[in-house]
């Protein structure tokens, strides 16, 4: 896009990492106007209130997973801070070097509680990993015990594989959540029109109960009756929504930098 200006898409995925280089790229349709006024069927929290020609397909959540067979119901966490109790301390549970679920507790924790958090998390040793997927598979097999906050979707979708049933989730509130898979008309598309009615059947009960029996967790919370919305229904969330939404990365580095990575290890 940046190259030639053209593309052969009409609706693209935009890409969370690089969210505030795509606007200029985007077609001008007024989507949250349009959503407002009943002539897009979209619920409106899915759609950016300032750039308005942005939505999210779905949201994610964290919560602990864990190896019934190696840990105790009765002795995982139930508070984040549990985490930080002396029994954990030494290579006793997971933590995932890219934190998607840590930034999303600063919206109602706020900056200093997680900063501080991580850096209390560091000095419990644990085993950094990356990639929730490679490591929830891991636990399956014995490997690891407990994960400190893995995406919600990806313990079902591992769960639904895993042929000892060892692969337990728990839900720790606040619920760290967050908005994925936003989607958006290139300016120069072809068939603009198109691609905003594909947009809005993505928002659609039969396209993300598709999301939901396909990859279950990774519909919208915002739709009534999802597995999201179902699951975190009277719960305390701490969301990163549009307001915060672009504010992700330099909350990831902030937890990074807690952790004392990069580094060198002998």
Same mark, same amino acid.
């Given at each position: 896009?940046?190259? +030639?200006?053209?593309?052969?898409?009409?609706? !693209?995925? !935009?890409? +969370?990492?690089?969210?505030?280089?795509?606007?200029?790229?985007? =077609?001008?349709?007024?989507?949250?106007?349009? $959503?407002?006024?009943?002539? @897009?069927? /979209?619920?409106?929290?899915?759609?950016?209130?300032?750039?308005?020609? #942005? @939505?999210?397909?779905?949201? $994610?959540?964290? *919560?602990? $997973?864990?190896?019934?067979?190696?840990?105790?119901?009765?002795?995982?966490?139930?508070?984040?801070?549990?985490? #930080?109790?002396?029994?954990?301390?030494?290579?006793?549970? !997971?933590?995932? /070097?890219?934190?998607?679920?840590?930034?999303? #507790? &600063?919206? #109602?924790?706020?900056?200093?509680?997680?900063?501080?958090?991580? *850096? =209390?998390?560091?000095?419990?040793?644990?085993?950094?990993?990356?990639?929730?997927?490679?490591?929830?598979?891991?636990?399956?097999?014995?490997?690891? $015990?407990?994960?400190?906050?893995?995406?919600?979707?990806?313990?079902?979708?591992?769960?639904?594989?895993?042929? +000892?049933?060892?692969?337990?989730?728990?839900?720790?509130?606040? &619920?760290? !959540?967050?908005?994925?898979?936003?989607?958006?008309? %290139?300016?120069?598309?072809?068939?603009?029109?198109?691609?905003?009615?594909?947009?809005?059947?993505?928002?659609?009960?039969? *396209?993300? =109960?598709? %999301?939901?029996?396909?990859?279950?967790?990774?519909?919208? &919370?915002? @739709?009534?009756?999802?597995?999201?919305? +179902?699951? @975190?229904?009277?719960?305390?969330?701490?969301?990163?929504?549009?307001?915060?939404?672009?504010?992700?990365?330099?909350?990831?580095?902030? /937890? &990074?930098?807690?952790?004392?990575?990069?580094?060198?290890?002998?």
């Amino acid at each position: 896009m940046k190259t +030639t200006g053209h593309t052969d898409w009409d609706a !693209v995925h !935009v890409n +969370t990492d690089f969210l505030s280089e795509f606007p200029p790229f985007m =077609k001008r349709f007024d989507m949250f106007g349009m $959503a407002r006024h009943q002539i @897009l069927n /979209i619920p409106m929290k899915m759609i950016d209130p300032q750039n308005r020609n #942005l @939505l999210t397909v779905g949201t $994610a959540f964290q *919560a602990i $997973a864990y190896n019934k067979n190696l840990l105790s119901p009765a002795k995982v966490p139930n508070a984040w801070e549990d985490f #930080l109790k002396p029994e954990f301390k030494g290579r006793k549970f !997971v933590v995932d /070097i890219r934190p998607w679920g840590f930034p999303c #507790l &600063v919206p #109602l924790m706020g900056e200093e509680w997680v900063r501080a958090y991580s *850096a =209390k998390l560091a000095a419990q040793e644990p085993v950094w990993g990356r990639g929730m997927s490679r490591d929830l598979a891991a636990m399956t097999g014995g490997e690891y $015990a407990l994960h400190s906050g893995a995406n919600y979707h990806s313990i079902m979708r591992v769960k639904s594989k895993d042929p +000892t049933g060892s692969l337990v989730e728990k839900i720790v509130e606040p &619920v760290p !959540v967050r908005l994925i898979d936003p989607n958006a008309v %290139i300016g120069t598309a072809a068939h603009p029109y198109s691609a905003l009615l594909w947009i809005e059947h993505l928002a659609s009960p039969e *396209a993300q =109960k598709l %999301i939901d029996d396909n990859e279950p967790g990774k519909a919208s &919370v915002y @739709l009534p009756g999802s597995i999201n919305e +179902t699951v @975190l229904r009277g719960k305390r969330l701490s969301v990163v929504e549009w307001d915060s939404f672009a504010k992700m990365g330099q909350w990831m580095k902030m /937890i &990074v930098s807690a952790w004392g990575f990069p580094r060198a290890e002998q």
